[in-house]
């Protein structure tokens, strides 16, 4: 089984968790943040009600719940289950719900309490739109006036998240390392021409190159 770099700061992200109930996780593209986080904190028993991670897209909200899915060994619609515009897959036994942005924000409209939810995770922050933005601030306000056991965690690849964690209360800010692979530069004898239809070198290639 292959370990990802986030593996290493699970440890420390499920302290802060369990001591302030926010966080901000720093992790560049390729740690693991969105496929291992959401399983990490069901596996730790860390909440009793749903966890619901954010995506910006319906692509990428409908790969995560697949690939979270697969991990366990299920199918889509079981423990982990997602709900973007137009289709929903989630069952009674869904603990872990992939959404889009603008679906929590209807959410928040009908419940603001956020009922039978325990946790919500915004994954790619570093993305920055308005649902996003607007999601988190109304989480911040139901945490702080209807549920204060209402646990968020902020994910993302290149934010700074010093201000972040600073709008969150100075929530803990915990930072994952990439893996890193050596590079090996390689110089041709002599300029490369791409062949045009023809077969024959491309006068452009050439004078590019």
């Not at 399983?39 to 979270?68: K, S, T």
């Not at 899915?69 to 619609?77: H, I, P, R, Y």
């Amino acid at each position: 089984m292959t370990i990802l770099p986030v593996e290493a700061v699970l440890p420390e992200l499920l302290t802060a968790m369990r001591a302030h109930g926010m966080a901000v996780l720093q992790a560049p593209p390729g740690a693991g943040k969105t496929t291992r986080v959401p399983l990490f904190l069901l596996e730790n028993g860390l909440y009793d009600g749903r966890i619901v991670m954010l995506e910006p897209r319906r692509v990428a909200a409908r790969a995560a719940a697949e690939r979270l899915a697969f991990q366990l060994g299920e199918t889509v619609g079981e423990t982990v289950g997602y709900r973007i515009k137009g289709e929903s897959r989630v069952g009674p036994k869904t603990r872990i719900e992939v959404v889009t942005e603008g679906i929590l924000t209807r959410i928040i409209q009908r419940d603001p309490e956020l009922s039978g939810i325990s946790c919500v995770i915004f994954d790619e922050f570093h993305e920055r739109s308005l649902n996003a933005d607007l999601g988190l601030a109304l989480c911040l306000e139901a945490r702080s006036v209807l549920r204060n056991d209402l646990n968020l965690l902020v994910m993302s690849a290149t934010l700074d998240a010093g201000p972040v964690a600073k709008l969150m209360g100075d929530a803990p800010m915990v930072t994952s390392t990439g893996r890193s692979f050596p590079v090996e530069t390689r110089w041709l004898d002599k300029p490369w021409a791409q062949p045009n239809r023809r077969g024959r070198g491309s006068r452009m290639w050439r004078r590019i190159w």
